[in-house]
Antibody
């Protein structure tokens, strides 16, 4: 059974770079597949951040593209998100998910999420 | 970007009611539309993929339909555990987008 677990700093200061990791268990990265990051500000809806495909291709939300980098570490069975120059608007619950069903696929399963708060 | 618009934003319903949630895309997305359920404090859970395919383990009272720009999620007989927020999401474009969500509340 595939399981995903996010980890991150919890609390950050404005202008810092957010780094999150999603550890994947029960599944081998060598099998391919696509992976994604989604966030949810407190009390608000879901916002897609970006995807990374097994060949390393990445796709990002245009509104975040200049600040986002998603990468794979197949040796550790994990993928990562970096978001630079964070502000209070980046305060959110950050989820990682596997994209199933190919390039037109859907997100399943999801991690439990990790809360990131940006505050001075 | 493809914009996804859900309606209504919220609704109140009783146990046993039939509930319908609509999702409209700003351009044709074929059948690349997925539905998720999110309960308070929990991660979203996949219900329906490619517009009408029921995810394994999801009760058959949930169904999805539509293609092109207009899609529907239907709960045939609302159960107490179905009170939650529902999101549509398009996977036609490499830049994914979600609808704003529909909250189903107890009447």
């Amino acid at each position: 059974q595939v399981q995903l677990q996010e980890s991150g700093p919890g609390l950050m200061r404005p202008s810092e770079t957010l780094s999150l990791t999603c550890a994947v268990s029960g599944f081998s990265f060598s099998s391919g597949y696509f992976w994604g990051w989604i966030r949810q500000p407190p009390g608000k809806g879901l916002e897609w951040i970006g995807n990374i495909y097994h060949n390393g291709n990445t796709y990002y939300n245009p509104s975040l593209k200049s600040r986002v980098t998603i990468s794979l570490d197949t040796s550790k069975n994990q993928f990562s998100l970096k978001l630079s120059s964070v502000t209070a608007a980046d305060t959110a619950l950050y989820y990682c998910a596997r994209q199933w069903g190919g390039s037109y696929g859907w997100f399943d399963p999801w991690g439990q999420g990790t809360l990131v708060t940006v505050s001075s | 970007d493809i914009q996804m618009t859900q309606s209504p934003s919220s609704l109140s319903a009783s146990v046993g009611d039939k509930v319908t949630i609509t999702c409209r895309a700003s351009q044709s997305i074929s059948s690349y539309l997925n539905w998720y359920q999110q309960k308070a404090g929990k991660a979203p859970k996949l219900l329906i993929y490619t517009a009408s395919s029921l995810q394994s383990g999801v009760p058959s009272r949930f169904s999805g339909s539509g293609s092109g720009t207009d899609f529907t999620l239907t709960i045939s007989s609302l159960q107490p555990e179905d009170f939650a927020t529902y999101y549509c999401q398009q996977s036609y474009s490499n830049t994914r987008t979600f609808g704003q969500g529909t909250t189903v509340e107890i009447k």
